[in-house]
Structure formats: structure tokens, C-alpha cells
């Protein structure tokens, strides 16, 4: 792993099609969405665009102040709408450099129209690594 | 009247090209067989075991950490994640107050030494699908966390220049640059 790899764009590490829901889905649906799909982070979108992410962090800092009745909320109440995105096209570095200083586990990959191409996460980048170390050994 | 060193001048410039270079970092299998204490781990949260859910909780939410271990006379018996607090206990309808850690927590987790090679935790956490790893010292007991973002900053370490120092948005071709020119 160099500079050069920093300098490659983030579609070699990905692949995965992001899931997206709508506004309106349920906050249990997400849940079970998540859970289903064995993923921490959904996109939400209106006519293909997105308009804001929900991560498991988002619904456990605003739903789980824990008696609450998850029932009541759908996506929009809790989605983060201030979304850091990239473009796949868009260098390894600047995936690292927004989950180092934004803390992001998740970031989405969009295109011009905002419309989500897909996600990377801190999961692709440690598989990334683990490649590495393997190939080497 | 002022003086500039030029040859001094030159130097600088020399080597910030050099820094510049492609290629010029790399990180070799080596650095992740350092041990991984020393990477700046987190001290782990814990919680006794037969906490209640609710003191368990609170914790997690008042230290803002996703992880709490659960332990026993020092010895750990258990881990509870946020991931658990969204499949096991959110909108269940339980009385927190009443319900155990115990019942809620993964049992013994696989416990990793501070002196492991720090692959050894990062391939069994892609393995496991794991953002958090408990970490023990030479006598067993539960000392620190290790988690994916420790990994993150670690490489991130290595590549300041690269990973830090970047213009703010990507540039990119065909795109209406924000900045004008």
C-alpha cells in the first residue's frame, strides 16, 4: 500500500449497490432492513435523488432514548440531511480523509444528479487492507 | 535591504518534491505485524456483570462509545454493542430497569492480547464482521477496544500528506469548479 493506491478511485474498493428507502419508511422497517441485509447505513431518496442518509447511529441517538416507541417515526425524522458525499470516481484518499475527520463509518457515492451509485464504508477499506497483507504474504 | 539564502531555498524545495513524489510512502507488511498496543487504543468501558439494562445503556449513551464490556471479578464474560441495543433491546417494549446485561450481551467474546500483531485483529474483524474487539493485557484482563476507526487513523498516520493535506473538494474533470478560473 502506497501513495499511488491513495491515488486510485474508490470504485476499485466497492461494489456493493447502496439500499436505498423513501422518506416515509418506517423507522422498524429500516431496522429490519439493516438487520436483513447484514449493513449499517441506508440511503433515502426522493425521485432517485438522495436527500439523506440513516445510519445506526442516527437511530440510536434519536429514537433510543430507550422507552420511546420506535412505531411512531419514519426516515425523514431521524435522517442526517447534511450528507459528506463522494463521487466513485473520486480518489481512495478523500474516502480516508472524511471517516478520519468527519468520523463517518459510511460514506455515499453519488453522481452528478445526486442520484446514489453506491456506498463505501470502513468494512471496505479493512478488507482492502487485509487484501493487501494477503497478496504480500 | 533582504537576504535570501537561495541554495537553503532550494533544499526546502527539493525535498518537498521529494515528499511529493509518487510512490515515495509505502507501508509494508510490517506495520501491521507491530504489536497493537501500539496503536492508541481506546480503555475500555465496562459495565459489571448483572448490570441493568438500563445502567448499561446510560452508560453507552454518557460516554458516547458504542461498545461496553461486560466483566466479572475482571475477567470479561461478555460484550454489548450499539448494534445489539438496535436488534435486541430497541422498540422490544421492555422495562429496561428489570432486564439484565447478562441476557442481552454476546457471551465470551474472543479477547485479543495487547502484544498480538495488529493483522491478526484486523483480519478476524473483517472475518467476524466486528467494528470493536475487546483487548487484554499479559494477565487477562480486559484493558482497552480496539476498534475500526483505530485502524483508520493508524494508516491515516502514515499518509498525512496524502490524507490530510487535500484541497478541500475533489477536483474533478467536467465538473463546474467552485472556485472559479
Known amino acids: 500500500m502506497d501513495s499511488t493506491t491513495l491515488r486510485s478511485p474508490i470504485e476499485e474498493l466497492t461494489s456493493k449497490s447502496p439500499i436505498c428507502i423513501t422518506k416515509k419508511t418506517p423507522v422498524t422497517e429500516a431496522l429490519s432492513i439493516m438487520k436483513k441485509q447484514n449493513i449499517g447505513c441506508l440511503l433515502v431518496t426522493e425521485e432517485e435523488s438522495l436527500i439523506g442518509v440513516i445510519s445506526e447511529r442516527d437511530i440510536l441517538n434519536k429514537v433510543v432514548a430507550p422507552e420511546i416507541e420506535l412505531e411512531r417515526y419514519v426516515a425523514e425524522d431521524i435522517m442526517s440531511r447534511e450528507v459528506e458525499c463522494l463521487f466513485s470516481s473520486d480518489d481512495i484518499a478523500y474516502a480516508l480523509n472524511r471517516m478520519h475527520v468527519g468520523g463517518f463509518r459510511h460514506i455515499p457515492l453519488i453522481n452528478l444528479k445526486k442520484v446514489p451509485t453506491g456506498i463505501i464504508s470502513i468494512r471496505d477499506i479493512i478488507r482492502f487492507v487485509n487484501q493487501n497483507l494477503s497478496k504480500s504474504n | ?181
Open chain 2, 1 to 181: 535591504m533582504v537576504y535570501i539564502d537561495f541554495e537553503k531555498f532550494d533544499d526546502e524545495l527539493r525535498s518537498m518534491q521529494e515528499l511529493m513524489n509518487d510512490g515515495q510512502i509505502a507501508i509494508n507488511d510490517s506495520v501491521f505485524k507491530t504489536p497493537l498496543e501500539s496503536l492508541h487504543l481506546k480503555k475500555a468501558v465496562t459495565v459489571p456483570s448483572g448490570a441493568s439494562l438500563k445502567e448499561s445503556i446510560n452508560t453507552m449513551f454518557a460516554r458516547q462509545f458504542g461498545c461496553l464490556l461486560v466483566v466479572e471479578k475482571k475477567r470479561l464474560c461478555g460484550i454489548f454493542t450499539e448494534r445489539d441495543v438496535l436488534q435486541r433491546v430497541a422498540g422490544q417494549g421492555l422495562e429496561l430497569k428489570k432486564e439484565k446485561i447478562d441476557d442481552f450481551m454476546t457471551p465470551n467474546p474472543v479477547m485479543f492480547n495487547e502484544n498480538d500483531p495488529i493483522e491478526t485483529a484486523l483480519q478476524f474483524m473483517e472475518k467476524k464482521n466486528a467494528r470493536h474487539l475487546p483487548i487484554g493485557n499479559q494477565v487477562g484482563e480486559p484493558v482497552a477496544i480496539l476498534s475500526v476507526r483505530d485502524i483508520i487513523d493508524y494508516i491515516v498516520e502514515f499518509f498525512p500528506q496524502e490524507i490530510l493535506n487535500l484541497p478541500p473538494h475533489p477536483i474533478r474533470l467536467g465538473t463546474k469548479n467552485q472556485y472559479g478560473g
